[in-house]
């Protein structure tokens, strides 16, 4: 156990629907970092967040948000759902995100399924 | 473009067999480098990793890495392998900036 919650664990929905996938850091991290891995791409970097402000942007589409709150936690809304945004979608949490000596812990992720 | 290659898609071996699994990057910076587990049905976890210093890590469960600066690789390594170490292992890499760069992955498949 990493330490790290992600809700739901899994999600159904349909196209064109809009979803929210919640993270929990560890206890004590500042940073949260988003990831998606699908089949064909791969696991990939989608947005970071430290201590509620937008750090870094990866591949996310503009489809896509996130934003983290004062308690830290942090929430990635998926909205105009595509069959190909099926996918597991990672939460990751690091101490603070400033330094780039690091180590990020993964939580258990969400498996979307678009129908 | 900095990237990261893990050259074997597919690992089948059996229980006490040496195993290898190899990582590239393309960059000539400084580099932090990773490799995750992801157990069926599991999340990720961190197996080991090297930020600096003796360039040979030891992580969990018997693997350890080389990090060789010249052939911009870091390899995983376990002498004997079980059956429990059946997974998905990611190689990773932050360079110039704070996200993960991710190899495509190796499972690896050990038969008892």
């Known amino acids: 156990d990493s330490g790290v919650t992600q809700t739901p664990k899994h999600l159904i929905t349909a196209t064109g629907q809009r979803v929210t996938l919640r993270c929990s850091p560890r206890s004590g991290d500042l940073s949260v970092y988003w990831y998606q891995q699908s089949l064909d791409q791969g696991l990939q970097f989608l947005i970071q967040y430290y201590n509620g402000e937008e750090r870094a942007k990866g591949n996310i589409l503009e489809r896509f948000s996130a934003q983290q709150f004062p308690d830290l936690h942090s929430e990635l809304n998926l909205s105009s759902l595509e069959l190909g945004d099926s996918a597991l979608y990672f939460c990751a949490s690091s101490a603070l995100g400033v330094r780039k000596q690091e180590t990020q812990y993964f939580g258990p992720g969400t498996r979307l399924l678009v129908l | ?112």
């Not at chain 2, 074997?8 to 229980?15: A, D, R, W």
């Not at chain 2, 195993?19 to 490799?35: A, D, I, M, Q, R």
């Not at chain 2, 704070?98 to 499972?107: C, I, M, P, R, V």
Request: charged share 15%.
């Open chain 2, 1 to 112: 473009a900095q990237s990261v290659s893990q050259h074997n898609h597919h690992v089948i071996l059996s229980e006490a067999a040496s195993l290898e699994l190899g990582c590239n990057y393309s960059y000539g910076g400084t580099v932090n480098l990773f490799w995750y587990v992801q157990y069926p049905g599991q999340h990720l976890q961190l197996l080991l990793k090297y930020f600096s210093g003796d360039p040979l890590v030891k992580g969990i469960k018997g693997f350890e890495a080389e990090f060789i600066k010249s052939k911009f690789s870091f390899n995983l390594r376990k002498p004997s392998v079980q059956w429990s170490d059946t997974a998905e292992y990611f190689c990773a890499v932050t360079f110039n900036d704070y996200k993960l760069s991710f190899g495509a992955g190796t499972t690896v498949t050990v038969r008892a």
